[in-house]
T-cell receptor, first 115, second 113 residues
Framework: AQKVTQAQTEISVVEKEDVTLDCVYE???????LFWYKQPPSGELVFLIR????DEQNEISGRYSWNFQKSTSSFNFTITASQVVDSAVYFC????????????WGAGTKLIIKP | DSGVTQTPKHLITATGQRVTLRCSPR?????VYWYQQSLDQGLQFLIQ???????AKGNILERFSAQQFPDLHSELNLSSLELGDSALYFC????????????FGPGTRLTVT
């Protein structure tokens, strides 16, 4: 069965530190998609990235980067030079073709950036 | 702003009552998804509609139902409400029923007293 594990419940760092959020997934499908979403204190869910299972290239977007490794079934998210505005709950999610692309969610990691 | 709208933003009601949550997808999106976020269960997929037809069902209770109308807006109906139904209900939309990114509305916070 498909599953997403975010083992870090809460991470607290001081501003400007780098921080990595871990995501480990389980799936039997060869075709699947991985996502990261951000949920700031205001509550909305903000899309950050989608990655398909055939593309293992790392992605960088400004201070954000993602490391996808099929060998370890991981899709980790790194924030470089963190800022207070990065404080939020971050969710990793998985979708598979045979599940009609519904999102299976991890429990989320609460990230606290202290000034 | 994702372009997905949800009304109302907050809803307080009593046990046993029925409520309707409304969602308008982004312009051009044919697929609508409903999710429930609660403290004990986390984020859970409820149901998906694509171009007016039900496409997939998740952990949706029998007391809950949904539909997507010809103009593509969707409604989630929750009946015989229980205290445990208190949660944040999100609607999301995507271009098609396939694995494109889903864009989420601001959510409706339902409190059952």
């Amino acid at each position: 069965a498909q599953k997403v594990t975010q083992a870090q419940t809460e991470i607290s760092v001081v501003e400007k530190e780098d921080v990595t959020l871990d995501c480990v997934y389980e799936t039997r499908d060869t075709t699947y998609y991985l996502f990261w979403y951000k949920q700031p204190p205001s509550g909305e869910l903000v899309f950050l990235i989608r990655r398909n299972s055939f593309d293992e290239q790392n992605e960088i977007s400004g201070r954000y980067s993602w490391n996808f490794q099929k060998s370890t079934s991981s899709f980790n998210f790194t924030i470089t030079a963190s800022q207070v505005v990065d404080s939020a709950v971050y969710f990793c999610a998985l979708s598979e073709g045979d599940s009609n692309y519904q999102l299976i969610w991890g429990a989320g990691t609460k990230l606290i950036i202290k000034p | 702003d994702s372009g997905v709208t949800q009304t109302p933003k907050h809803l307080i009601t009593a046990t046993g009552q029925r409520v309707t949550l409304r969602c308008s997808p982004r312009s051009g999106d044919l697929s609508v998804y409903w999710y429930q976020q609660s403290l004990d269960q986390g984020l859970q997929f409820l149901i998906q509609y694509y171009n007016g037809e039900e496409r997939a069902k998740g952990n949706i209770l029998e007391r809950f139902s949904a539909q997507q109308f010809p103009d593509l807006h969707s409604e989630l109906n929750l009946s015989s409400l229980e205290l445990g139904d208190s949660a944040l209900y999100f609607c999301a939309s995507s271009v098609s029923g396939s694995a494109y990114e889903q864009y989420f509305g601001p959510g409706t916070r339902l409190t059952v007293t």
